[in-house]
T-cell receptor
Framework: DVKVTQSSRYLVKRTGEKVFLECVQDMDHENMFWYRQDPGLGLRLIYF???????EKGDIPEGYSVSREKKERFSLILESASTNQTSMYLC??????????????FGPGTRLLVL | GQNIDQPTEMTATEGAIVQINCTYQ??????LFWYQQHAGEAPTFLSYNVLDGLEEKGRFSSFLSRSKGYSYLLLKELQMKDSASYLCVRVDSNYQLIWGAGTKLIIKP
């Protein structure tokens, strides 16, 4: 089974702090994704990566950055946390391809509260 | 979600059948997923359709009509554990996933 893990289930940070969210997958997937999920909205893509050291902006990259130094690890960084970044953050991975190969496997999520 | 419409909430009775509808933008379509998400948990894959018709998988079936931009998820013999949100997800022309906001399904005994 695909396993995607995230470093924390719950985090509380203060405005202006730098926040690191870590994601690790153990299935040798090339593709990795960071989303945020807010009530009443669909998952929104922040950043994704198709390979090591490669990153692409998603729909809402502002205020975030990412790092992919190793294939299995994809980190999301909030350079200076703000209250509007309070959200559920979900990491996912998938194999490259089309169609059903685009099935994404998710980590358990990190619920971040910025005070 | 972008151009994906599904009901916000539905209620059904244990043992019954429920159909969750989804309409989406047809341009640049490359397939449609359904995911299940229990409260506080991550989404998990349920089904994928790219051709017209019905795909059956146990108690769950998914239907697609590409010309109408329409899909539904059919859940039979409902169980209490089926209480969850069901997310309709369109694959666009760049093979990116566009996520609907989800339908919260409440199962009553």
């Amino acid at each position: 089974d695909v396993k995607v893990t995230q470093s924390s289930r719950y985090l509380v940070k203060r405005t202006g702090e730098k926040v690191f969210l870590e994601c690790v997958q153990d299935m040798d997937h090339e593709n990795m994704f960071w989303y945020r999920q807010d009530p009443g909205l669909g998952l929104r893509l922040i950043y994704f990566s198709y390979d090591v050291k490669m990153k692409e902006k998603g729909d809402i990259p502002e205020g975030y950055s990412v790092s992919r130094e190793k294939k299995e690890r994809f980190s999301l960084i909030l350079e200076s946390a703000s209250t509007n970044q309070t959200s559920m953050y979900l990491c996912a991975s998938s194999t490259p391809g089309t169609g059903s190969q685009e099935t994404q496997y998710f980590g358990p999520g990190t619920r971040l509260l910025v005070l | 979600g972008q151009n994906i419409d599904q009901p916000t909430e539905m209620t059904a009775t244990e043992g019954a059948i429920v159909q969750i509808n989804c309409t989406y933008q047809t341009s640049g379509f490359n397939g449609l997923f359904w995911y299940q998400q229990h409260a506080g948990e991550a989404p998990t894959f349920l089904s994928y359709n790219v051709l017209d018709g019905l795909e059956e998988k146990g108690r769950f079936s998914s239907f697609l009509s590409r010309s109408k931009g329409y899909s539904y998820l059919l859940l039979k013999e409902l169980q209490m554990k089926d209480s969850a949100s069901y997310l309709c997800v369109r694959v666009d022309s760049n093979y990116q996933l566009i996520w609907g906001a989800g339908t919260k399904l409440i199962i009553k005994p």
